[in-house]
């Protein structure tokens, strides 16, 4: 990461094998620039090569948003061709988080709008305090709702995808919970704190039997067509032959 990176990404490695990335322009309430974007792929490519890094942590910087979303203020400041490269640099970021083969924790507080609702929604759980505010204002942004729509349908279904992106609605912490695009409700303050034990918990699993879960999970979710539960029942097979295979004793690797 070099030295303007860590000006909008800081990175915090803790035990446990739990990384926190933190989105850090809170002036701009974190605000995805194409700084920042890059800044993301590029740190989450290097963590999951990265053997120690077992569980990330994405969280955003300040007290009053997780993320507003892309930068309009800079957006509107670009040539076409530079929007080009935005786009194409927040494209990868979503198939990064999308297919990230390490188990992601996402933590709101506050705001989170647009394409940082987006990538919080790509993570394994979001988590989210009282008085988080989770929107898609895209198109009264003049921005097409596509890649949130696709999200908001896959997890919460048709009519939430329309009440938030043509309805203009906003979900309190406590209906994102409600809706299921959240996993649990946070008391006010302990967001940060309560993730970092989430992660700690998952990355504590076995890692044959973590790995093998987490990449299950994210099938049933992304995969398009539902596996059968005969395709469930030999992917347990194969873990678990792994598993017997080892020698009494061995710590996994």
Request: with cysteine; charged share 20%.
């Given at each position: 990461?070099?030295?303007?990176?860590?000006?909008?990404?800081?990175?915090?490695?803790?035990?446990?094998?739990?990384?926190?990335?933190?989105?850090?322009?809170?002036?701009?309430?974190?605000?995805?620039?194409?700084?920042l974007?890059?800044?993301?792929?590029?740190?989450?490519?290097?963590?999951?090569?990265?053997?120690?890094?077992?569980?990330?942590?994405l969280?955003?910087?300040?007290?009053?948003?997780?993320?507003?979303?892309?930068?309009?203020?800079e957006?509107?400041?670009?040539?076409?061709?530079?929007?080009?490269?935005?786009?194409?640099?927040?494209?990868?970021?979503?198939?990064?988080?999308?297919d990230?083969?390490?188990?992601?924790?996402?933590?709101?507080?506050?705001?989170?709008?647009?394409?940082?609702?987006?990538?919080?929604?790509?993570?394994?759980?979001?988590?989210?305090?009282?008085?988080?505010?989770?929107?898609?204002?895209?198109?009264?942004?003049?921005?097409?709702?596509?890649?949130?729509?696709?999200?908001?349908?896959?997890?919460?279904?048709?009519?939430?995808?329309?009440?938030?992106?043509?309805?203009?609605?906003?979900?309190?912490?406590?209906?994102?919970?409600?809706?299921?695009?959240?996993a649990?409700?946070?008391?006010?303050?302990?967001?940060?704190?309560?993730?970092?034990?989430?992660?700690?918990?998952?990355?504590?699993?076995?890692?044959?039997?973590?790995?093998?879960?987490?990449?299950?999970?994210?099938?049933?979710?992304?995969?398009?067509?539902?596996?059968?539960?005969?395709?469930?029942?030999?992917?347990?097979g194969?873990?678990?032959?792994?598993?017997n295979?080892?020698?009494?004793?061995?710590?996994?690797?």
């Amino acid at each position: 990461m070099t030295a303007d990176e860590a000006t909008v990404l800081h990175r915090q490695d803790l035990d446990g094998g739990v990384v926190v990335l933190e989105m850090a322009r809170p002036h701009r309430l974190n605000a995805i620039s194409r700084q920042l974007a890059t800044a993301l792929v590029d740190a989450l490519d290097g963590l999951a090569t990265e053997q120690a890094a077992r569980v990330v942590v994405l969280a955003g910087a300040g007290d009053r948003a997780f993320g507003a979303g892309i930068d309009i203020r800079e957006l509107a400041a670009q040539t076409p061709p530079e929007r080009d490269v935005q786009q194409r640099t927040m494209v990868r970021l979503q198939r990064t988080l999308s297919d990230y083969p390490r188990p992601t924790v996402a933590v709101v507080h506050g705001i989170a709008a647009g394409a940082s609702l987006q990538l919080a929604l790509h993570c394994d759980l979001l988590l989210v305090g009282p008085e988080a505010r989770l929107g898609m204002p895209e198109l009264g942004a003049g921005l097409p709702g596509l890649l949130g729509g696709w999200l908001l349908h896959t997890r919460g279904g048709p009519q939430l995808a329309a009440d938030l992106l043509l309805g203009g609605r906003w979900l309190s912490g406590p209906e994102a919970v409600a809706a299921g695009l959240a996993a649990r409700l946070v008391p006010l303050g302990e967001e940060r704190a309560t993730a970092v034990d989430v992660a700690r918990q998952i990355a504590g699993y076995q890692p044959d039997a973590l790995a093998a879960t987490h990449a299950w999970l994210r099938r049933l979710r992304i995969g398009g067509a539902a596996p059968s539960f005969a395709e469930a029942i030999d992917a347990a097979g194969e873990v678990l032959h792994a598993a017997n295979r080892r020698h009494p004793g061995e710590r996994p690797r």
